[in-house]
């Protein structure tokens, strides 16, 4: 049975008894009708404003629901999690910072009582390209500390059913063999540039292994290569090299330059996915995945950043020429994932990189528009 067959076991109807403005889930209890259990969903409990929302199940049988509870979902990755959830029939839970900090165990808690999620998808992280990372390690080192800290807690006291925690190519070790497998963690030093990041990210996947093995939870972790798509941060002191050459060409042409710096030497390589292809990836392991080892996501292939500057400069700005900026950090010279382990499962990646560049930068134009491009982000906070 593939994600989609499994996700479509249920049918629902929502019944909006008075308007309502959005808000978290506060309160839900059965009714006396089998099968039927009310949700009310209190949004600013001053106007009073509520909405009910009645879900009956095809099955009449409650315990087929099924509702994601996706961290950090208007970041990059979490917000693809969320698009790629719209086109099967669950229920998709989100709480932005203000709703709930996700560094805050009682608020977290307090969300799991009452919502009762049964799958996370915990994508929530500080995150940021080489400049970010390098510049402001203890906001990476005490966010994504404290992100897994909480949420797998609350996750195993609520009873969900599975978990799904993501890391990150760039915490494997800085020199280790290529292509990179999952055996390879903790094997070697760290990137400096990244190291705090990686500290973090790291205890996240131990977390998961340690519930399971004290407490028999499913969680189970993946490990993303470098993504790139809709919503990511094209702020040029904090992003990572794709969405920032996507800008730095598109204002060159926009200014007529001749020319476009690139940081380093261009001689470092990395792999590239999709971020809709990872969502597509994320709900594929919850359906296929039991183990407690981590598990590669990426497409396999890499490019030297060079390489990868010339592909963006043919889609933005075909007629700008590229300098290299040999003063600014490398970084690791190359990060490739194995993901042999992955392909055996059964999932590939659909979308090539030249494809998708030129998806991203669709979106960019379009988000530009709509002043909905994160061109001053700063370091991302998905909580
Ligand atoms: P990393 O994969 O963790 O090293 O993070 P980045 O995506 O920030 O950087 C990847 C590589 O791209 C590094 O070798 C950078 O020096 C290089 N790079 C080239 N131009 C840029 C740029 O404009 N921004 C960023 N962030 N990296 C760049």
């Not at 598990?295 to 490019?303: A, H």
């Amino acid at each position: 049975m593939n994600a989609k067959s499994r996700f479509r076991k249920v049918l629902l109807f929502s019944r909006i008894d008075s308007f309502v403005t959005c808000g978290p889930v506060r309160t839900v209890r059965d009714t006396d009708e089998p099968g039927i259990r009310q949700f009310r969903v209190e949004a600013i409990p001053c106007y009073n404003l509520v909405l009910n929302l009645i879900i009956i199940f095809e099955s009449k049988n409650l315990a087929d629901m099924e509702k994601f509870f996706v961290t950090g979902h208007r970041g990059l990755v979490g917000s693809a999690v969320v698009r790629r959830l719209a086109a099967e029939p669950v229920e998709t839970l989100v709480a932005t910072r203000d709703e709930v900090d996700l560094r805050d165990g009682m608020l977290v808690e307090k969300f799991f009582d009452d919502a009762h999620p049964d799958f996370v998808i915990h994508v929530a992280g500080t995150v940021g390209g080489i400049h970010a990372n390098q510049s402001r390690p203890v906001d990476f080192l005490y966010d994504n500390s404290l992100l897994h800290l909480t949420v797998l807690r609350a996750a195993w006291l609520f009873e969900t059913k599975k978990l799904l925690y993501l890391g990150s190519s760039c915490i494997y070790p800085r020199d280790c063999p290529q292509p990179i497998k999952e055996e390879y963690l903790m094997t070697g030093p760290l990137e400096r540039t990244n190291d705090a990041y990686a500290i973090a990210k790291i205890s996240g996947l131990m977390a998961c292994q340690a519930y399971r093995r004290q407490y028999g939870c499913n969680f189970i972790s993946g490990m993303p290569t470098n993504l790139y798509g809709p919503n990511d941060n094209f702020d040029l002191q904090t992003s990572h090299v794709l969405p920032a050459l996507i800008r730095k060409f598109h204002e060159a042409k926009l200014n007529g330059d001749s020319s476009v710096t690139v940081w380093g030497t261009g001689q470092p390589r990395r792999e590239f996915l999709h971020v809709d292809d990872l969502a597509d990836a994320c709900l594929f392991l919850l359906e296929n995945y039991d183990e407690s080892e981590t598990i590669n996501i990426g497409t396999g292939q890499d490019v030297q950043i060079s390489e990868l500057a010339d592909i963006i400069r043919t889609v933005v700005y075909p007629e700008a020429k590229i300098k290299f900026d040999s003063s600014k950090p490398d970084g690791t010279p190359r990060k490739l994932l194995d993901v042999s382990k992955l392909h055996s499962l059964g999932w590939q990646h659909q979308i090539e990189l030249h494809d998708g560049i030129a998806r991203t930068y669709d979106w960019f134009l379009r988000s530009l528009e709509q002043q909905q491009v994160r061109l001053q982000a700063g370091v991302e906070n998905r909580t």
